[in-house]
């Protein structure tokens, strides 16, 4: 039995020795030998995890993904059994995004080492991923239970907890991290991101101020990710030229889409008046109509304008700016070598753009022109809001289009509005977007109230009957969404809510993009019925003549 067990140590450090041939191969440039070598080594000892991670990279690094796909999955077809390989496959699993094939792996790993910290780590933070925040928070409590002084499973209970929207729980998770590993610069990006998103600005900079100092040389993606939530914070609490400097880290971090590469092309704010620039849109809609507030300044500097949009406000867009070229936006890019002919000297994303034309805040209109919406689906809009009496027509919405538990923290429901929809000085009209018909339907079963919709509008496809609609109105009330942003940029009047010191508020207490809109700044754990009746008694006032007040 003992020269069995020295046969498997033997061939076990024959095949280390053979790895770091393959690894000097690797270096040496010889790399389909290095491949070939690191297979050998694979198929004599199919769980010698360092050999396989070598090949899925190698095959990666060729763009040969399908390949490294069929080589994970013919490894992992095997029944090996021990805890370290199929932690290892998935890991693997995970970074192709296979979260599904990767959860099950992670768990046979976890039947053999219930108590293994690294392990409840990972998979916590796999089921975090996937939306799973309780089994996520209790498989990293019992991590910390098997040791207390994991920096890394407080960290990641900290993210797990700020994504359910607990922060005073994940404060003080993310503290705990600190005080054991003071050194980690992913806990202090976490805990920055926390405080930007909970309004607090100048300790987000702190924090990440901090990180970017702990980051080593070769931690690009972190570096990207700083510099991306600093340029946030900056902006939040009024800094403009230095967070418009940082705000192209957007796009290196992962964080605003799409990415469209354009090597030497971008604009960097030099003279236009001899160039075409082509400007694409980027993120949501709501971020196509803020940025859009600076295609006023951008006609007027350019030999010509291109506008890439999206392709539900194409027309609005052409009607705005009669002499620039609108088509819908595209993911073509000369960096992917899919553009075809150049059709411009220059090019930026739209946030890259007010970048460059809104470094300060008189660089912002207090009278600006606005988006112009269809004539005759505005006199169709007026046709019918006349039908419905002379009251004023306040266009209503209560919630983002996107729901999960932090921006849920920020808005509200229809019930929380009962003494505004109950005033009979008004008629309620709908812009909520995504899809609202069970909500308006309980709100006139059970609550008695009516928001009228206009009929046969699609508030989520058919923007220009939205735009129209929006036009019509005497005002809006809403949360800062979609609807009240399309609002702004049409120069409706309105009343909205939106978390303090919001970045795009850029350290003002109303937004600069919007002038007709007033701002209702609000705070984690907000008072909605307070929140409400103040609206509900500043919206009396302003549609009477008075001045809106908002204050408390």
């Given at each position: 039995?003992?020269?069995?067990?020295?046969?498997?140590?033997?061939?076990?450090?024959?095949?280390?020795?053979?790895?770091?041939?393959?690894?000097?191969?690797?270096?040496?440039?010889?790399?389909?030998?290095?491949?070939?070598?690191?297979?050998?080594i694979?198929?004599?000892?199919?769980?010698?995890?360092?050999?396989?991670?070598?090949?899925?990279?190698?095959?990666?690094?060729?763009?040969?993904?399908?390949?490294?796909?069929?080589e994970?999955?013919?490894?992992?077809?095997?029944?090996h059994?021990?805890?370290?390989h199929?932690?290892?496959?998935?890991?693997?699993?995970?970074?192709?995004?296979?979260l599904?094939?990767?959860?099950?792996?992670?768990?046979?790993?976890?039947?053999?080492?219930?108590?293994?910290?690294?392990?409840?780590?990972?998979?916590?933070?796999?089921?975090?991923?996937?939306?799973?925040?309780?089994?996520?928070?209790?498989?990293?409590?019992?991590?910390i239970?098997?040791?207390?002084?994991?920096?890394?499973?407080?960290?990641?209970?900290?993210?797990?907890?700020?994504?359910?929207?607990?922060?005073?729980?994940?404060?003080?998770?993310?503290?705990?991290?600190?005080?054991?590993?003071?050194?980690?610069p992913?806990?202090?990006?976490?805990?920055?991101?926390?405080?930007?998103?909970?309004?607090?600005?100048?300790?987000?900079?702190?924090?990440?101020?901090?990180?970017?100092?702990?980051?080593?040389?070769?931690?690009?993606?972190?570096?990207?990710?700083?510099?991306?939530?600093?340029?946030?914070?900056?902006?939040?609490?009024?800094?403009?030229?230095?967070?418009?400097?940082?705000?192209?880290?957007?796009f290196?971090?992962?964080?605003?889409?799409?990415?469209?590469?354009?090597?030497?092309?971008?604009?960097?704010?030099?003279?236009?008046?001899?160039?075409?620039?082509?400007?694409?849109?980027?993120?949501?809609?709501?971020?196509?109509?803020?940025?859009s507030t600076?295609?006023?300044d951008?006609?007027?500097?350019?030999?010509?304008?291109?506008?890439?949009?999206?392709?539900?406000?194409?027309?609005?867009?052409?009607?705005?700016?009669?002499?620039?070229?609108?088509?819908?936006?595209?993911?073509?890019?000369?960096g992917?070598?899919?553009?075809?002919?150049?059709?411009?000297?220059?090019?930026?994303?739209?946030?890259?753009?007010?970048?460059?034309?809104?470094?300060?805040?008189?660089?912002?209109?207090?009278?600006?022109?606005?988006?112009?919406?269809c004539?005759?689906?505005?006199?169709?809009?007026?046709?019918?809001?006349?039908?419905?009496?002379?009251?004023p027509?306040?266009?209503?919405?209560?919630?983002?289009?996107?729901?999960?538990?932090?921006?849920?923290?920020?808005?509200?429901?229809?019930?929380?509005?009962?003494?505004?929809?109950?005033?009979?000085?008004?008629?309620?009209?709908?812009?909520?977007?995504?899809?609202?018909?069970?909500?308006?339907?309980?709100?006139?079963?059970?609550?008695?109230?009516?928001?009228?919709?206009?009929?046969?509008?699609?508030?989520?496809?058919?923007l220009?009957?939205?735009?129209?609609?929006?036009?019509?109105?005497?005002?809006?009330?809403?949360?800062?969404?979609?609807?009240?942003?399309?609002?702004?940029?049409?120069?409706?009047?309105?009343?909205?809510?939106?978390?303090?010191?919001?970045?795009?508020?850029?350290?003002?207490?109303?937004?600069?993009?919007?002038?007709?809109?007033?701002?209702?700044?609000?705070?984690?754990?907000?008072?909605?019925?307070?929140?409400?009746?103040?609206?509900?008694?500043?919206?009396?006032?302003?549609?009477?003549?008075?001045?809106?007040?908002?204050?408390?």
């Amino acid at each position: 039995m003992a020269s069995l067990n020295s046969r498997k140590r033997v061939d076990r450090d024959a095949l280390d020795r053979k790895f770091q041939q393959g690894l000097r191969l690797e270096e040496a440039g010889r790399l389909d030998e290095a491949e070939s070598r690191f297979r050998k080594i694979l198929r004599a000892d199919p769980t010698h995890t360092q050999a396989l991670t070598k090949i899925i990279a190698m095959l990666q690094a060729a763009d040969r993904t399908a390949d490294a796909l069929g080589e994970l999955d013919e490894v992992a077809r095997a029944e090996h059994g021990t805890a370290t390989h199929y932690m290892t496959l998935a890991r693997l699993y995970s970074d192709f995004n296979n979260l599904e094939r990767a959860e099950a792996l992670y768990e046979e790993a976890l039947r053999l080492l219930p108590d293994h910290e690294p392990l409840l780590v990972n998979l916590g933070n796999l089921l975090a991923r996937r939306g799973e925040r309780q089994r996520a928070a209790d498989l990293l409590a019992h991590a910390i239970e098997v040791n207390p002084g994991s920096g890394l499973a407080y960290n990641s209970l900290g993210r797990v907890l700020a994504e359910a929207g607990m922060f005073e729980e994940a404060y003080a998770a993310y503290q705990q991290a600190i005080g054991i590993a003071p050194m980690a610069p992913e806990t202090h990006i976490n805990l920055g991101s926390l405080y930007l998103v909970s309004c607090k600005p100048a300790l987000a900079i702190q924090e990440l101020r901090t990180a970017l100092n702990l980051i080593l040389p070769h931690q690009d993606n972190l570096r990207d990710a700083i510099c991306w939530n600093l340029a946030l914070a900056l902006l939040a609490a009024g800094h403009l030229e230095q967070g418009w400097d940082l705000y192209g880290f957007g796009f290196a971090s992962g964080e605003r889409k799409p990415l469209r590469p354009f090597p030497d092309l971008i604009w960097e704010g030099e003279d236009l008046s001899d160039k075409t620039i082509m400007v694409w849109r980027e993120q949501g809609l709501g971020d196509d109509f803020r940025f859009s507030t600076c295609y006023h300044d951008l006609v007027g500097m350019a030999k010509h304008v291109i506008i890439e949009c999206d392709p539900r406000i194409v027309a609005m867009y052409k009607r705005t700016w009669p002499t620039a070229t609108v088509r819908p936006s595209t993911n073509l890019a000369t960096g992917f070598d899919n553009y075809g002919e150049l059709d411009f000297d220059v090019t930026a994303p739209t946030g890259i753009m007010a970048a460059q034309l809104r470094r300060r805040l008189d660089q912002f209109s207090a009278d600006p022109s606005y988006l112009v919406a269809c004539p005759e689906r505005r006199a169709a809009s007026r046709q019918w809001l006349d039908s419905l009496g002379r009251k004023p027509k306040i266009g209503f919405a209560w919630r983002s289009g996107i729901k999960d538990p932090v921006r849920e923290i920020w808005t509200t429901a229809i019930a929380d509005w009962l003494p505004l929809l109950r005033d009979e000085a008004f008629d309620i009209i709908n812009l909520q977007y995504a899809d609202p018909r069970e909500e308006l339907d309980m709100a006139a079963r059970d609550l008695g109230v009516t928001i009228h919709e206009m009929p046969g509008l699609d508030t989520h496809a058919d923007l220009e009957g939205v735009g129209a609609l929006t036009s019509e109105l005497d005002f809006i009330i809403a949360p800062w969404n979609a609807a009240s942003e399309f609002a702004g940029a049409l120069g409706t009047k309105g009343i909205i809510y939106a978390p303090a010191a919001h970045p795009n508020l850029l350290g003002q207490p109303d937004f600069p993009w919007y002038p007709t809109l007033k701002v209702m700044q609000i705070q984690p754990g907000f008072d909605r019925a307070d929140l409400c009746a103040r609206i509900h008694a500043a919206t009396r006032a302003q549609l009477a003549g008075a001045p809106a007040t908002l204050s408390a």
